[in-house]
């Protein structure tokens, strides 16, 4: 199983709708990050959350860490087509005593006009 | 502009045959890996390197070698590639693993093994 979880896989919505993203780990969460891709391309970093209750925000996405549940959320506010893609959070594994980086399956959303 | 750029984009091989994928970042990060995308089963990583001369296994190295002789460049190499090594390969660097700032990703790079 994937030490990453993360829910649902996919999600279809109307723009202007909000939507949720999870993101639960099997191990405790020292550092946690979320990207974007494009199908078929690289992926782009969104934001890093790091402490337990930590909120962050870019443009209209939000996260936020909740260290006890071993669990971050991404909320989107009004998606547009522009929100399209897949995304994927990732944690680095460091204070494991072990360099790997690591993401969960990802989710792909669609926004429908 | 700061990037990682890989290449080829698109490769189609044939089992048996030698091929490295090579990966280049102009930003001066320590950290670079590799990882594959294959549906399903979403990003593994290959290996990782955290300098030059230092490299490490991800979760899923068999095929695979890598090489670190100059911190820009992060060869993949494949030395007898077979068709359950078609997949979408990225490279990616950061100064740490993730680092605060993320990881920057190459394009990729899609390889077809027949």
């Known amino acids: 199983s994937q030490e990453l979880e993360q829910s649902p896989q996919s999600l279809i919505v109307q723009e202007g709708k909000n939507l949720t993203i999870n993101c639960t780990s099997s191990?405790?969460?020292?550092?946690l990050y979320w990207y974007k891709q494009k199908y078929g391309e690289g992926l782009i970093f969104l934001m890093m959350l790091q402490k337990g209750g930590e909120e962050k925000s870019h443009e209209k996405i939000t996260a936020k860490l909740d260290e006890k549940k071993q669990q971050s959320s991404l909320h989107i506010t009004a998606s547009q087509p522009s929100h399209a893609g897949i995304y994927l959070c990732?944690?680095?594994?460091?204070?494991?005593?072990?360099?790997?980086?690591?993401f969960g399956t990802g989710t792909r959303l669609k926004v429908l006009a | 502009e700061a990037q990682v750029t890989q290449n080829p984009r698109y490769l189609i091989t044939v089992t048996g045959k030698k091929l490295t994928v090579t990966c280049s970042q102009n930003m001066n990060h320590e950290y670079m890996s590799w990882y594959r995308q294959d549906p399903g089963l979403g990003l593994r990583q290959i290996y990782y390197?955290?300098?030059?001369?230092?490299?490490d296994k991800g979760d899923v190295p068999e095929g695979y070698k890598v090489s670190r002789k100059e911190k820009r460049n992060f060869p993949l190499i494949l030395e007898s590639p077979s068709p359950n090594q078609t997949s979408l390969y990225f490279c990616?660097?950061?100064?740490?693993?993730?680092?605060?700032?993320?990881?920057?990703f190459g394009s990729g790079t899609r390889l077809t093994v027949v």
């Open positions: 990732g944690a680095d594994r460091s204070r494991a005593g072990t360099y790997k980086y690591i």
């Open positions: 191990k405790t969460l020292y550092g």
């Open positions: 990616a660097s950061s100064f740490l693993p993730g680092g605060s700032n993320g990881y920057t």
């Open positions: 390197s955290m300098n030059v001369e230092v490299t």
